[in-house]
């Protein structure tokens, strides 16, 4: 793994080098989300470690349809969020534009915040030089909503907020409740998220329609990834066996 200024500097260069990065930052996730890393701030040193190559290796098999369902519980600072909430769905609209995708978090602010994050890797220069073909639709596209000119689009929403009639192609659920919330009711507080959540993906509930899904968070499974275990449907988990 290249440091931050081995990033830049091969991006403004030419030639078979600039030409092979580039090629890597394509269909490897694992390098995109390093690049990703190191556009957002803070300046913080990437420390690779094998649980973020499984972590990408693993959102491979869901991009690839491998995997339709998948299970990351981890302690916090471990970059999941980073890498499914924000990278991943930079990653799917480069590759295909068209591609709708759901995040769900707790709270209005945290859901932001990733929608803005990966707003900013997508109008990043790098990122519109690999991905040429996807564009963010209009001058200003907001942080928690955006859209491509091809319909695709990443869509936030808070724990209880709105989610009727939203179609997506992949769900992911960054961590929808507070850890007490989550211990004490994990899920008749949490409206429409929380019905995902015992829903899972795949099917059809009041006109959502999902394809793949991903649950993200660092609590145990007794709080919220549970119901998904329980729910009888094949999961892969990445779980606390990693740290």
């Given at each position: 793994m290249t440091g931050a200024a081995a990033?830049?500097?091969?991006?403004?260069?030419?030639?078979?080098?600039?030409r092979i990065y580039k090629f890597l930052l394509r269909q490897c996730f694992g390098a995109f989300a390093e690049k990703v890393f190191h556009t957002l701030p803070p300046g913080e040193v990437f420390q690779a470690n094998w649980h973020i190559e499984l972590i990408c290796d693993r959102?491979?098999?869901?991009?690839?349809?491998?995997i339709r369902r998948l299970i990351i519980n981890l302690p916090p600072?471990?970059?999941k969020s980073m890498l499914v909430s924000v990278a991943f769905p930079a990653f799917l609209l480069g590759h295909d534009p068209r591609t709708r995708i759901i995040v769900a978090s707790y709270g209005a602010e945290l859901a932001g915040k990733f929608g803005a994050d990966t707003r900013t890797v997508m109008q990043s220069r790098w990122y519109q030089d690999l991905f040429p073909a996807t564009h963010l639709?209009?001058?200003?596209?907001?942080?928690?909503?955006?859209?491509?000119?091809?319909?695709?689009g990443r869509f936030a929403v808070s724990a209880g907020g709105p989610i009727t009639g939203r179609g997506a192609s992949l769900i992911v659920i960054d961590d929808p409740l507070h850890?007490?919330?989550a211990l004490l009711h994990p899920l008749d507080t949490v409206g429409d998220s929380g019905r995902l959540l015992a829903f899972g993906s795949g099917g059809r509930e009041q006109g959502?329609?999902?394809?793949?899904?991903?649950?993200?968070?660092?609590?145990?499974?007794?709080?919220y990834a549970g119901p998904l275990l329980r729910g009888g449907r094949q999961q892969r988990r990445i779980g606390e066996l990693l740290f």
């Open positions: 990033h830049a500097d091969l991006l403004n260069t030419d030639g078979a080098e600039y959102l491979e098999h869901v991009r690839g349809g491998k600072r471990g970059l639709l209009g001058a200003a596209p907001a942080a928690g909503d955006f859209s491509t000119t091809l319909q695709g850890r007490d919330q959502q329609i999902a394809g793949k899904h991903i649950s993200v968070g660092h609590l145990d499974h007794h709080a």
